[in-house]
């Protein structure tokens, strides 16, 4: 396989991963967002060679890397709707997402048995 056509694979590669990202982010899925991670990891390893690559090749996986530079976008956009989302319902139920134990679920329940001594 020829350099060109390793790198447009890895370009691919990484706007499948992004893709796979931004779907499991739209209906949440863990599972999902894991393996897209592993896509992700997997699509930088390929295209750590991108440096070398001449003009012309660079040319060839333009394209496809301007694709993966929109499904980036698009996961960003999710993402941070999804962070909004977990937020906002957490605030309604007088909670937070930050790692004040004063403010977690436990904390809440403390006092109901949860934390009874003998």
Avoid at 74 to 96: E, I, N, W, Y
Avoid at 105 to 115: D, K, S
């Amino acid at each position: 396989m020829s350099t060109s056509s390793s790198a447009q694979t890895a370009a691919v590669g990484l706007r499948r991963a992004l893709d796979a990202a931004a779907a499991a982010l739209a209906h949440p899925d863990v599972e999902a967002l894991l393996a897209a991670e592993a896509g992700l990891t997997a699509a930088f390893a390929d295209l750590a060679f991108l440096r070398t690559l001449g003009d012309a090749e660079r040319a060839s996986v333009r394209e496809e890397l301007l694709a993966a530079e929109s499904s980036l976008g698009r996961a960003r956009r999710l993402g941070a709707s999804l962070t909004d989302f977990v937020a906002l319902s957490l605030q309604a139920r007088g909670q937070s997402a930050g790692y004040d134990p004063a403010q977690t679920t436990a904390a809440a329940l403390h006092g109901r048995g949860f934390h009874a001594r003998a």
